[in-house]
């Protein structure tokens, strides 16, 4: 079925996560009701009249490397410069260099429909988006001025070089070199691998920010330091001049998002820019990685949605047997009714967390409020892994609610499946995220965590005298995370780590639980959804908070030999 941009449910979730403190502040002031409306609705109409129909092109036609130049996609071209021409590229990027000056959360929003349409193809824009944050934050102001204009209007593709053959997870064993030239440049040489989008035929430039040791560096992470590499070396004009020392050199044969190219990448002494201080690069880059990070969980949100929609508008016209209120449409089969209800109420919760991890975000620039900060920081990494662990769960479940068709390529059920896949490894895999938020999220003893309890717990409060049972549940749900994140504190790392995963988990139930009241108390159409998570999925909560009490002894138990034996 075509592609639907859910506006109703952005207007709605925005209002449920409170983006009215967003156009409150002087920062974000021309975000008004009416501007965001207009502005989703003609995101909208791009995501579905002109990206939607690329992707099955995308995944059928896969991009290929021809004569060192990657040959993109039928149609990707065009659909690209849509994009740029719409200005869609810099909408969160400062006026001063051409960008809108949006809020994050609304151009979450955008980027969010882009990946229900076209995810192979939004890689693009989301990688060049997070290159601006980065530049603006920490490169010199002529660095800026040559390179953020032209990102912004999609004259040139911005991509980030992390991943070496023997430094994945482990940023700190990178290898590449960076040498001073003495002329204020740096040659750069080494491999790089897993880089998306490293070249296409659609952009007249592509800028690549490398992860480099110089000389002096210290082993680990603490001697990197980001450098700003083109493919075409510009004049201090922004003119196109010489081709650097650079290359791709081949292409990864992958499971799925076949139209978005990932390279492996060559640099053999290519002409570079220091982008921050010497051996400073983790911080700039993490700029670069947070932002993808939030991004990449709505990617997850953004295959989902794709996803329950083509399952519905399936469910719904397949005829197979009796079904109990005699319609013959496997959507009154009560499994499938309830496939589809899951589908619904994680899409709901897991882009409500999304964006409230944007509004945070907002709220942090705008106000530079310490509790804002944190609380951005905090989210990040359950929006990441959250997001994109429902991408992948309600993209199965896509194909099983389709039966044997799912399982047919023709349908394109399991291009889903196989697309949002990667979303839950890249950008830091899942359990890196979990991780961190045991780890230095809670460097402040879980008083950010507290805080979202105190939310979550005084929402409750407020909805009992509508919905008591509902209310109870989360209620009870949030004073339990809360005991959890007393005890995870105070536990050794390692045994915070071991219980991670089921800690952010529960964590998202939580909050998705209190969204999914919220919204029940705001609008009673929604009733029934929020009942479905709150007392189907939330109750989850109690079981994955167990995990995290257990420490890692019984992990270690299990040693290679005996679970060889």
């Keep these: ?293 939030l991004g990449v969980g709505m990617q997850g949100v953004a295959v989902a949605e794709a996803a329950f929609q083509q399952a519905l508008a399936y469910a719904m016209e397949r005829k197979q047997g009796k079904t109990p209120l005699g319609s013959g449409a496997i959507i009154d089969h009560a499994d499938v009714r309830r496939m589809l209800a899951q589908m619904k109420a994680e899409v709901f919760s897991a882009r409500a967390i999304g964006l409230a991890c944007a509004v945070a975000i907002d709220m942090g620039r705008a106000t530079g409020a310490a509790e804002w900060l944190a609380r951005a920081a905090l989210l990040t990494p359950i929006a990441k892994a959250y997001g994109t662990d429902v991408g992948c769960e309600v993209a199965h479940l896509g194909v099983q609610v389709h039966g044997g068709m799912g399982f047919i390529e023709d349908t394109g059920a399991a291009q889903f499946a196989r697309d949002v896949r990667v979303t839950a490894i890249y950008e830091g895999t899942n359990g890196i995220q979990a991780m961190d938020l045991v780890g230095r999220k809670m460097m402040d003893q879980g008083e950010a965590a507290y805080r979202l309890c105190d939310e979550v717990q005084a929402a409750a409060e407020a909805a009992r005298a509508v919905h008591p049972d509902l209310a109870g549940a989360v209620w009870t749900a949030a004073e339990g995370l809360r005991e959890a994140t007393e005890a995870l504190v105070a536990m050794p790392m390692q045994d915070r780590f071991a219980g991670a995963v089921p800690y952010l988990r529960a964590f998202a139930r939580v909050l998705g639980g209190h969204f999914h009241l919220t919204s029940a108390v705001r609008d009673p159409a929604r009733l029934a959804l929020a009942q479905f998570a709150i007392k189907r999925l939330l109750p989850e909560y109690t079981a994955l908070l167990a995990q995290v009490r257990e420490g890692s002894a019984g992990l270690y138990a299990l040693t290679p030999e005996a679970l060889i034996a």
């Design 1 to 293: 079925m075509p592609y639907r941009a859910p506006l109703a449910d952005f207007a709605f979730l925005l209002d449920v996560v409170g983006f009215e403190k967003v156009a409150a502040t002087a920062r974000f002031a021309d975000a008004s009701p009416e501007t965001v409306t207009a502005i989703l609705a003609e995101a909208g109409k791009l995501c579905e009249t002109t990206l939607a129909p690329l992707n099955r092109a995308g995944d059928k036609t896969p991009a290929r490397l021809e004569n060192g130049v990657v040959r993109t996609s039928p149609g990707f071209a065009e659909g690209y410069r849509a994009i740029a021409e719409g200005g869609w590229i810099g909408m969160a990027a400062s006026p001063e260099f051409g960008g809108m000056g949006l809020p994050m959360s609304v151009a979450t929003c955008v980027n969010d429909m882009m990946g229900s349409a076209c995810l192979a193809l939004q890689l693009n824009p989301l990688m060049t988006q997070g290159q601006i944050e980065a530049l603006e934050h920490h490169a010199s102001d002529a660095l800026k001025a040559l390179y953020i204009p032209k990102l912004v209007s999609g004259a040139w593709c911005g991509t980030m070089n992390l991943t070496e053959p023997q430094a994945g997870s482990d940023v700190g064993a990178v290898r590449t070199r960076a040498e001073d030239r003495g002329d204020g440049t740096y040659a750069i040489t080494g491999q790089k691998i897993y880089i998306t989008w490293a070249d296409n035929d659609f952009s007249g430039n592509v800028c690549h920010l490398v992860l480099a040791r110089l000389p002096d560096g210290p082993e680990g992470t603490k001697g990197i330091s980001l450098f700003m590499v083109p493919k075409l070396i510009p004049d201090a004009d922004g003119n196109l001049g010489a081709r650097n020392d650079l290359k791709v050199v081949s292409l990864e044969h992958k499971l799925g998002l076949h139209g978005s190219p990932t390279a492996v990448m060559q640099y053999d002494g290519a002409q570079g820019w220091l982008v921050g201080k010497k051996h400073n690069g983790m911080a700039a880059m993490f700029t670069m990685m947070n932002n993808a990070r």
